[in-house]
């Protein structure tokens, strides 16, 4: 299988994710939003609450497997199998860019 091709932001938030709330957090622009699980979090003091939070109910691991950038975001499909209810599944994650950072993302099914 060949290696998926991330943009550099989408791939350091990737990694990121194994690490920590505040690596996560510096991936996103000022006011980076983050749409999960029918929540908004706005900011990167937010966006690092939430993952503080998401990474004590949970431990999972992600494996990208597609990605397409359709107007403008990078789609990525991803496989995630972790201590979550409905584990393995298949996330759609939506990466909006500016300037080398993250300036959206939504996780979807």
Known sequence: ??????????????????????DVARCF??????KDKGQTHIGREAIKAWKAESSTLYTYTTEPFSVELINGVHVV???????FPGSPID???????????ISSLEITV
């Open 1 to 22: 299988m060949s290696a998926l091709t991330l943009p550099d932001p989408i791939a350091a938030y990737l990694t990121a994710d194994t690490r920590g709330p505040d």
């Open 91 to 101: 996330l759609k994650l939506s990466f909006r860019l500016e300037r080398g950072l």
């Open 29 to 34: 622009t000022p006011q980076g939003v983050v």
């Open 77 to 83: 499909y991803s496989h995630v199998a972790g201590s």
